[in-house]
């Protein structure tokens, strides 16, 4: 069982294992080892690179955020017709339909040129996308042209986030201590709901300040624009980082394959088990996300008839439970293995759902608590998944094999959550369609985990799939 106080595994500079299957020669010693947190200087730089990747995925998560949050304003300003919430709710969705275009793009890129590159031009592409919706003429000012250039400025946005999400993960964990990368790569994910609730909080404050009349008028742009600053931000910390110490390792010790191009063929025929293990995983992943945390509000107001300022206080208030436990539980990977965290998170979802949703039917107190059940057992998988889908791929293939295995699944079955929610519970009349839709895409997820290999604690240098029981049959030879 993997322990945080092994002390070679914050300076990994000995030898580091092959983690292929079958064997192979030992990988060569580390010219860049990665930062130790016994010493000041290692510290500060393992807290610059989480500043830096969590701060795009906070970007990246204020977007959804806002839109998820903001959609009946979204549908009057754009889409004032009949089925309006439906078409906002498809504009959304149509954002991650060109995401795995992103993640073409950019992943192989990643791993060519390198993390740091690709990160400050998705942060720039993501941040000004989101900023200038903010800015965009609705449709009583021009027409058709509004929400075309909505539906165009999302379709931006998505395809930045193709490679923000995969990289920021991926840099996060090449930066981290092998032993401490549930723990650190957990900031990531806290990351990403600071940014949900930064863009759910600045709804409320908005809301609450300005009326609701203001508020669909013009004072849904504000939240938007503050994607302009935050997005500068985040260029700067990263800006002031050498790419990983592992993707540095891969330059000097295997020319070749760092500098040739990721083809998607052999990507697709040499590592075909970890990008299915990984779209499983995404599956059940994603539409647990983008139910709970996007669709959620939506939800509670169309299907419960709360108020918009009691749907975003309830919402608000469980991502904030979620946030105070997300490093504990990613510290907690650390020593019982990301594996036990899964199989705890999608068995706990698929006996909870129904019962959670049923609850949230009752009033604002019971729907407090189903909510904050469901995101505590989500925790569980959201705190580790920095930490397990980079070790899934091999250095030279790892921004690749993780961008685009993860915005696929995600384009098909994450973004299309709130709108295949919807349309379901409109088609049948079953408000338990949410509930339904988690169980099935934990079953998917529990397939999966089945064939995914334990990585916690273990190397992911070198250009082999790494996992632990590599590690052991090395380490005995």
């Known amino acids: 069982m993997p322990s945080d106080h092994n002390p070679p595994e914050d300076n990994p500079a000995g030898r580091i294992p092959d983690g292929s299957a079958g064997g192979g020669g030992r990988e060569p010693e580390p010219q860049y080892a990665a930062p130790t947190t016994d010493t000041l200087e290692g510290r500060r730089t393992i807290r610059k690179a989480i500043g830096a990747s969590a701060m795009g995925n906070a970007t990246e998560w204020f977007d959804y955020g806002i839109y998820a949050v903001a959609v009946t304003y979204i549908t009057a300003n754009f889409f004032p017709t009949e089925g309006g919430v439906a078409f906002a709710l498809a504009t959304f969705a149509i954002s991650f339909l060109v995401r795995p275009l992103g993640g073409l793009v950019w992943g192989p890129l990643g791993d060519r040129i390198g993390r740091k590159s690709i990160l400050a031009l998705t942060i720039i592409l993501m941040a000004g996308a989101t900023f200038a919706i903010g800015l965009l003429p609705t449709y009583d000012m021009i027409g058709i042209w509004a929400p075309i250039l909505l539906i165009v400025l999302r379709m931006v946005q998505g395809f930045s986030t193709g490679g923000e999400y995969g990289g920021a993960a991926t840099f996060m964990a090449e930066y981290s201590p092998d032993k401490k990368r549930g723990f650190f790569g957990s900031f990531l994910e806290f990351g990403t709901l600071f940014g949900f609730v930064l863009g759910t909080a600045l709804v409320l404050f908005f809301q609450i300040i300005l009326g609701q009349e203001a508020m669909t008028e013009w004072g849904w742009r504000l939240p938007f624009l503050v994607a302009g600053p935050m997005g500068l931000i985040g260029l700067y910390l990263r800006s002031k980082l050498e790419d990983t110490p592992v993707f540095r390792d891969l330059e000097e010790h295997h020319q070749e394959e760092s500098s040739a191009k990721t083809e998607l063929k052999d990507l697709v025929v040499k590592y075909w088990k970890p990008l299915l293990t990984m779209a499983g995983l995404v599956i059940a992943l994603n539409v647990t996300n983008y139910t709970l945390l996007s669709y959620m509000p939506t939800y509670l107001q169309t299907e419960i008839n709360l108020s918009a300022n009691s749907a975003l206080t309830l919402t608000l208030l469980g991502q904030l439970a979620m946030m105070v436990v997300i490093p504990f539980a990613g510290r907690f990977s650390d020593k019982v293995g990301r594996k036990p965290m899964w199989w705890a998170s999608l068995g706990g979802l698929f006996v909870a759902a129904i019962p959670m949703y049923l609850l949230m039917r009752i009033n604002f107190g019971s729907a407090l608590i189903g909510f904050a059940v469901l995101g505590l057992l989500y925790v569980l998988q959201l705190a580790t998944i920095s930490a ?47 509930a339904y839709y988690m169980m099935v895409a934990c079953v998917v997820g529990a397939v999966a985990l089945k064939f995914v ?20 049959a090395e380490a005995g030879r």
């Open 388 to 434: 397990t889908f980079p070790a899934m791929f091999p250095t030279q293939v790892r921004y690749a094999g993780f961008a685009i295995t993860y915005n696929v699944a995600t384009a098909i079955f994450g973004g299309t959550a709130p709108l295949v929610n919807e349309l379901l519970i409109q088609s049948t009349g079953d408000t338990l369609v949410p």
């Open 453 to 472: 290999p334990e990585t916690a604690g273990c190397s992911i240098r070198g250009t082999k799939i790494p996992s632990i029981e590599r590690d052991r």
